[in-house]
């Protein structure tokens, strides 16, 4: 025998509410057209008796949504659902480049060529968007770029605008300078603490683009420098793309330090060497203020 409760639950599984429309209408049917794409309006008749006496209504047709205008909202709506998620990858992806708050928002465009220099870097700066803009390609090739010169030339802005530009296409990126490298990985010698250096160095073999800045100061152990090339060795071997810059202005000067076998490989593919063998834009300006005060 059944219980009242299985019996209440059958009755409301077989048996609905009333439909508040009718197929059946003496009423002619309504013509009217969207008044913000022009489309043809479509109506339903409301003639359910029940429905009616509990609303208080007489028997009419009801306008329902513009077709047109719903899909057009639903794909509005739909699109910025996606340019939501993706502002918000690329937030992510930026954050965990590493970059300081000076080159979050470092362009290709506020890079201005200055000086007497200015072909020199009119040609990096086109070497450098290429690589940018075609990163999916040199991600697929292992392109590796080494950035050689003076201090204050542009290879950190353009290092920074390189990630800025990648990460948009959802590639990540990883920013560091040499001497916080090693002091992480020294960190994680330490029986305290929180992450391994092998957790470290395969973040760090995985990243699509890796930079390191501040390469030359002199590592102070073979160890250090085990490191360094265990790092670099990896990521060439996975063809994974990586920039090096350096205030060294000597190619043999940095084979000491990095090794030859790391060095040769800026000159295989589409790898590049590329020089910033010009006056340091703070001097520049500088050197116009004084002109000016003069």
Aim: some cysteine; overall charge positive; glycine content about 6%.
């Amino acid at each position: 025998m059944e219980t009242i409760g299985k019996t209440i639950k059958k009755t409301m599984e077989t048996k609905s509410l009333p439909s508040p429309t009718s197929p059946r209408s003496s009423l002619p049917e309504p013509e009217k057209l969207c008044p913000d794409c022009g489309s043809r309006i479509e109506f339903v008749f409301v003639g359910n008796p029940i429905f009616l006496k509990a609303m208080g209504k007489e028997p009419h047709w009801a306008e329902l949504p513009c077709k047109v205008c719903e899909e057009k909202r639903r794909k509005r709506e739909e699109e910025e659902r996606r340019n939501k998620l993706r502002q918000e990858r690329i937030n992510t992806l930026l954050k965990n480049s590493m970059l300081k708050k000076r080159f979050v928002q470092k362009t290709f465009d506020s890079f201005i060529p200055y000086g007497k220099e200015k072909a020199k870097q009119s040609r990096v700066l086109s070497i450098v968007r290429e690589f940018a803009a075609n990163f999916r390609h040199h991600r697929e090739a292992g392109t590796w770029l080494l950035f050689m010169g003076n201090v204050g030339t542009g290879k950190g802005h353009l290092s920074a605008a390189i990630i800025n530009e990648i990460v948009k296409s959802g590639f990540s990126a990883l920013y560091t300078k040499m001497p916080r490298l090693l002091r992480e990985i020294k960190d994680t010698f330490n029986h305290n603490s929180e992450i391994t250096q092998g957790e470290i160095i395969c973040r760090i073999e995985k990243v699509d683009l890796l930079v390191i800045d501040e390469v030359g100061i002199q590592f102070g152990t073979d160890t250090e420098r085990m490191i360094i090339y265990e790092i670099l060795d990896s990521r060439y071997e996975d063809m994974m793309p990586t920039i090096l810059t350096t205030n060294v202005k000597e190619i043999k000067t940095l084979e000491k330090l990095l090794g030859e076998r790391i060095i040769d490989r800026f000159y295989e593919g589409e790898s590049k060497i590329l020089l910033f063998d010009w006056e340091s834009y703070r001097r520049y300006q500088r050197g116009i203020k004084r002109t000016e005060e003069g």
